[in-house]
Structure formats: structure tokens, C-alpha cells
């Protein structure tokens, strides 16, 4: 009896760990939408310019992939676009319930604007150009990953970082990393590149200030002490 043996090359299972991974990053903001919803933190909280940049972001990749036939980034494209635009739809009846008409407008016309960039750069039908566009976007998303280490090392509190998030995005940068050498596409290499350094960079930082969280705790106690004294 002979074994069936299924080959895949790289450029068929790193994008389909991707997808998995990036699904699971997708769902990142439901604790958030949960917390407004029950009225147990501001609706400030909400990650506004992380979901318009995400869908961005994803719509550009959707075409890019549709241009270049590759159908397996292309299907965790449109379940990126899907989960972010239900979020987006909460997020726009959550401000539009709570008489925030200003804010509603404004993320309304940025969605709107998107669209019209996006509609462009597929009616151009150049792949080197929505490509390029894609990689801008996706590079700023990692801004905030950026920031969030400079005030994790600020405040010095672990709990800034999801630490469980965090892991995923190093697997998800990491698997689309690799895709993007092994189909030696820059625009792929550059964010992915940045996302993971950034995800490296936050579990560090994580690691080093949850094993000297009680040492800063000791500090502030001494410190207390001192001045009673």
C-alpha cells in the first residue's frame, strides 16, 4: 500500500497560515466593541484610524491579488474586508446612536474616500501602482505598534501590550513575510518586515517589564516610605 504524498510549495502554505493568523488578528477589536456596548468605557476607545486604515489597506491587497491571480491572499483579502466592515458598521451606529454627528460625517466621508482610491487604482489596471499604494498603507498601520512602545517603556506597565495578539502578529507578519520572498514581492517584504520587528519589539518589552513589575512596585513603596518619613 502506497502513502499519498501532498506536495506544497512555500508559496501555497505561507499564505494560507497567513490567512489564519490574520483572521484571528481581524477579531482583535471585539473586546472594545463588547466594552462600549455595555457602556463600560467611552466610545473614544474604538480604534477608528486602525479600522479605516485596515480597510484600506485590504481593499488595495484584494486588488492587487486579483490583478496578479493569486487566489489564496486574495480570499483572506476579502475576509479581512468583510470582518472590518462589520466593525465599521458598528462603529458608525455606535457614534450615530450616540448623537456623535460629527465624528459620524467625518468617518463616513474617509470610508467614502477610500472607495474613490481604491476604484481608481484598479480602473489604472497597474499592478506596480496598487501595490505600492498597498504597502503605504499597510506600513502605517504599524505606526501604532510604534507608539505603543514608546509608552509601554514610559509608563513602564506591561498591561499596555496584548501580549496574546501580539504573539499571532508575529506568526501572521512572519508567514506573509515569507510569501513575500518567496514570490519576491517588495511591496509584501517592507510592511510585513516592520510588523514583525514591531511585534518583536512589544513581547520584549512585555517580557522585561512583567518580570520587574514587582521591582517597580518595591520602588514606589520606598518611595512612599521616604517621604512619609
Partial sequence: MHLIKIKMDPATYFPILGTIFSVCLSFSPTVPFIQVFQRKEKIEILPEGMLLCQLMNRLLWCSVWILTKRWIPFINAITGIFITTVFLILYLYL????MCFQTFTKSFLLLCFECLIVG?????????????LAMIFNVAMYIAPG??????????????????STIVSILCSGSWLMYGI?????????????GLFFSILNTMAWGYFYVNRDKGKEEETFAVIHNTD
Fill in 95 to 98: 457614534y450615530y446612536h450616540r
Fill in 120 to 132: 481608481g487604482a484598479v480602473f489604472y489596471n497597474n499592478e506596480k501602482v496598487v501595490s505600492t
Fill in 147 to 164: 507608539q505603543k512602545i514608546i509608552r509601554v517603556i514610559k509608563e513602564k506597565n506591561y498591561k499596555l501590550i496584548p501580549i496574546r
Fill in 182 to 194: 518567496t514570490i519576491n514581492l517588495f511591496a509584501q517584504i517592507l510592511p510585513n518586515a516592520l
